[in-house]
């Protein structure tokens, strides 16, 4: 089931893209200016009254809609999980257009939104990978609707020099940003104590998104008395998300399922 949500002449604000969506390689969409949720709704005998809203990654400059986004989605679903998986806007140095995205996917999955009838569920949670982990944990710190888990694959966090995906706060921010607008966009210094509890995934020898994005946003969490957890695995770079060939997938599945059990509790 797929559900448009708006677009840039019904959202809140435009992210001034006016030309059309292209994918010149399968699964990988830029230039998008239609934000849209792909529901896999989950299997009935597992259903364990969880969803989740997935934000695939891309550096704010196109979407992995496949490994970080249907195929992750079908895995959550198969399991009890509905997975829906979200196609938002790029933000052409509109920070607050994929904010708004994600914001309306957790309300219309929380059935507080029209849309989702019937798919909707009592604990709406959030995947993201890489800028859509930034994605992810913005909606976690930012958003005044924030999803009751965050589950975080290799996560971009901070804006910090030295420590940051540049590419992505280009494309989120502009090359010509103040240190403000680094500041308020490195979540770790946004976490309170309304921060939803959180996951994190990644590998040790990521050279893409720095390990550090992580730890940082992990320490974080427990300064603030947060449910956390962190899973560094010593190889696989950045990107992997739910492709056969990442060495440590069976582990964080497991991973990944026996968390959501315990935080149910």
């Known amino acids: 089931r797929s559900l448009k949500i708006w677009d840039n002449t019904t959202a809140p604000h435009s992210n001034g893209i006016t030309t059309p969506e292209t994918e010149k390689e399968p699964n990988r969409v830029r230039n998008t200016s239609e934000a849209t949720l792909y529901i896999f709704p989950a299997d009935k005998a597992k259903a364990t009254g969880q969803a989740v809203v997935i934000c695939p990654g891309g550096g704010y400059g196109m979407l992995a809609m496949d ?50 009838t019937g798919f909707t569920a009592d ?27 965050s589950i975080l694959f290799y996560p971009v966090i901070t804006a910090v020099q030295g420590k940051r995906h540049q590419g992505s706060f280009i494309n989120l921010l502009s090359e010509q ?36 994005n992580s730890t940082l946003y992990y320490n974080a969490l427990k300064a603030h008395g947060i449910e956390a957890s962190m899973h560094i695995y010593p190889s696989g770079g950045h990107g992997w998300g739910i492709r056969k060939n990442f060495k440590y997938k069976e582990q964080w599945q497991q991973t990944v399922l026996d968390w959501l059990q315990g935080i149910d509790k």
């Open 177 to 212: 940003r103040t240190p403000e607008q680094d500041a308020a966009y490195s979540l770790e210094s946004r976490v309170t104590a309304d921060t939803p509890p959180a996951i994190l995934l990644l590998s040790d020898d990521d050279k893409t998104v720095p390990p550090v």
């Open 123 to 149: 604990k709406v949670g959030i995947v993201g990978s890489s800028a859509g982990g930034h994605l992810a944990a913005s909606a976690s710190t930012l958003a005044r609707t924030k999803p009751a888990f």
């Open 67 to 116: 490994h970080e986004g249907y195929e992750m989605a079908k895995w959550f679903a198969a399991n009890g999980i509905t997975g829906a998986v979200l196609k938002y806007r790029m933000p052409n140095r509109h920070p607050e257009v994929p904010l708004e995205d994600v914001e309306q996917a957790l309300r219309i999955m929380m059935g507080l939104e029209a849309g989702a």
